[in-house]
């Protein structure tokens, strides 16, 4: 970095979690996710905040990406992202400080707040453009507790056709189901019960960490929120909640009816994607062995996706120096704060 050695500590503050990239020296050295409820305000984000300050360093470059300014806490996305912005200005000052605006690259922070369009939900891109960096040509997925981005890249740029969140969900860019938030009548209105189509109740039961969990493909860290009835994590309390999707009891199916609604319920989130993903590699005009580049809590789902799109499977933890096998599995989930602190190093900037 310009011949100066520094900590950059990389940020995604989202609507949901705050993700944090610790890197040294271009090698990421710790990555973590936590719960901060956005819509209840932003004194959840320093709550979770306050949880990593000890890992901060005095010469520390802070590098930001965001999809937060989405949340209902904000009367409008301008207004959140400027909330957003003056947060960071309070939190970690203005020294040292860079925004990730997407298409515009690094920003410091006073000129962010005429760069919305580009800051917005700017995190995939950070991925995305990480990705063409190490990989000369793919389909780049990201699948989170509530969304899933998938963008083509090739010969070290990006393939987009949209950029804003109203542009790519128009696109298949944007897919708006995710690995554990969620809710199951966001997936499908009806599900096979005993050979009859039945109709979902139209209630927040049921999520889909609940058919990670009944599955097994679920990782119970990745689960910061409360079940859908706040009551107990389990193979059983999973059970529980999907039964009452469909009006019932656990009780009227055997556990293995149970697990094969919750398969086809899983079975119906891979094809939301994989249309989506269809879509995008077509337009980008994709070669047929591109792989697919897997980031996010939903890496199980997505190597089910590479799968069926008869693609190879690239982990996006692969594609990024780290000092240990837990910092890059932790940094593949905390993708876009992994992203923004190494695209920074790949720059030069000091």
Known sequence: MA??????IGWDIGGAH???????NGRITHASTFKASMWLGLDQVRDALNQLRPLFQSNSIHVFTMTGELSDGFPSREAGIRGI???????????DIHIYAGRAG??????????GSDIASANWHATAELSAKTTSEGLFVDMGSTTTDIIAFGDGKLRNTGYSDAERLLTGELVYTGFTR???IGIAERVPVRGTMTPLMNEYFANTADLGRILGTLDEADDHYPAADRRAKSLAGSVGRIARMVGRDSADLDEGE?????RWFSEHQLRMIYDGAFMVAANARLDPTAPVVGAGIGRPQIMQLAKRLERPYVDFGTLIAAASE???????????AAAVALLWFARGMS
């Open 18 to 24: 705050l993700k944090m990239a610790q890197a040294e």
């Open 3 to 8: 011949g100066e050695e520094k900590n950059v």
């Open 258 to 262: 149970w697990i094969d609604i919750a």
């Open 182 to 184: 969620s809710a199951l």
């Open 85 to 95: 912005l003056d947060f960071i200005g309070t939190e970690f000052g203005r020294d």
């Open 326 to 336: 837990e910092a890059r599995n932790q940094a593949g989930k905390a993708a876009p």
């Open 106 to 115: 690094f920003v410091d922070l006073p000129r962010a707040y005429d760069l």
